[in-house]
T-cell receptor, first 114, second 114 residues
Framework: NAGVTQTPKFRILKIGQSMTLQCAQDMNHNYMYWYRQDPGMGLKLIYYSVGAGITDKGEVPNGYNVSRSTTEDFPLRLELAAPSQTSVYFC?????????????FGPGTRLTVL | KQEVTQIPAALSVPEGENLVLNCSFTDSAIYNLQWFRQDPGKGLTSLLLIQSSQREQTSGRLNASLDKSSGRSTLYIAASQPGDSATYLCAVIRWETSGSRLTFGEGTQLTVNP
């Protein structure tokens, strides 16, 4: 299993540009999550999904959109990028049914908005 | 609102020393607690997950304890090595009908000097 994969690893955007961060998992997990991590800080939840076709806002959703058309994929869309969105973005997944509900993380996408 | 605090923010120790990292949380109604390791520029690696019914978990030189009533967890690292240098994050997990939700601390940056 590849686990949780994310692309791209790095990206530089200009203010006002848009882009999609890709996330995929091959563990048949039903729950997927997007977090952002600012320098020296913990992770904050942006959006999450409990299954295909179902998404919901986390703690810091403004400026982002998500979709979940398949169990495997959970892309994060940035519209009109702003410098405040400069961060490292992590995707994670977990499986309902495991008592521990452990979350597994991807390697991250480092985004800079100039 | 759940708040997670990690003390100290940074720690530098000589190789071979035993050390303790601390994590405290404000709401004791947690489901589980998870400790992660993050290397510079990398994603999160899960180290230990303690279920709310457990008091500790061990993996190799790592031992994590959980005291829900006092809102505390500790990560004990025995015989530290330079390869242990990383940022250690704790996250409390609460379970909602919409899935597991993690609240992260800001991390402890550990440096083990040869």
């Amino acid at each position: 299993n590849a686990g949780v994969t994310q692309t791209p690893k790095f990206r530089i955007l200009k203010i006002g540009q848009s882009m999609t961060l890709q996330c995929a998992q091959d563990m048949n997990h039903n729950y997927m999550y997007w977090y952002r991590q600012d320098p020296g800080m913990g992770l904050k939840l942006i959006y999450y999904s409990v299954g295909a076709g179902i998404t919901d806002k986390g703690e810091v959703p403004n400026g982002y959109n998500v979709s979940r058309s398949t169990t495997e994929d959970f892309p994060l869309r940035l519209e009109l990028a702003a410098p405040s969105q400069t961060s490292v973005y992590f995707c994670a997944s977990s499986y309902f049914g495991l008592a521990a509900h452990e979350q597994f993380f991807g390697p991250g996408t480092r985004l800079t908005v100039l | 609102k759940q708040e997670v605090t990690q003390i100290p923010a940074a720690l530098s120790v000589p190789e071979g020393e035993n050390l303790v990292l601390n994590c405290s949380f404000t709401d004791s109604a947690i489901y589980n607690l998870q400790w992660f390791r993050q290397d510079p520029g990398k994603g999160l690696t899960s180290l230990l997950l303690i279920q709310s019914s457990q008091r500790e978990q061990t993996s190799g030189r790592l031992n994590a304890s959980l005291d829900k009533s006092s809102g505390r967890s500790t990560l004990y690292i025995a015989a530290s090595q330079p390869g242990d240098s990383a940022t250690y994050l704790c996250a409390v997990i609460r379970w909602e009908t919409s899935g597991s939700r993690l609240t992260f601390g800001e991390g402890t940056q550990l440096t083990v000097n040869p």
